[in-house]
């Protein structure tokens, strides 16, 4: 099995940062895509950023330039630093990743159970 496990999520003000993390284990060969998605109150989820595994970045047009994704690829480990936050960045953020559990298997897409964050204005 495979599991993410994210971690970082809370509560902040205006203008502050917050960085999360997101951890696949379990039976892993390798990582490709890794990424993160947000989920608003009464809205569709939607991506934020994606990381690929040589480490090209895609970000959507209103978190470019206050985030930033990276990943260590020792650790399957994918990051999302989060500054200037904004009241419209309050949503539930998830990890998602496409993993190979060995080199037979074709790559599957998993997503992590998600975690809050919070922009209070």
């Known amino acids: 099995q495979v599991q993410l496990v994210e971690s970082g999520g809370g509560l902040v003000q205006a203008g502050g940062s917050l960085r999360l993390s997101c951890e696949a284990s379990?039976?892993?060969?390798?990582?490709?895509?890794m990424g993160w998605y947000r989920q608003a109150p009464g809205k569709q989820r939607e991506l934020v950023a994606t990381?690929?595994?040589?480490?090209?970045?895609n970000y959507v047009d209103s978190v470019k330039g206050r985030f930033t994704i990276s990943r260590d690829n020792a650790k399957n480990t994918v990051y999302l630093q989060m500054n200037s936050l904004k009241p419209e960045d309050t949503a539930v953020y998830y990890c998602?990743?496409?993993?190979?559990?060995?080199?037979?298997?074709?790559?599957?897409?998993?997503w992590g159970q998600g975690t809050q964050v919070t922009v209070s204005s």
């Open positions: 998602n990743a496409d993993i190979k559990r060995d080199k037979y298997r074709p790559l599957y897409n998993y």
């Open positions: 379990g039976n892993i060969f390798s990582t490709d895509r």
């Open positions: 990381i690929s595994s040589g480490g090209i970045t």
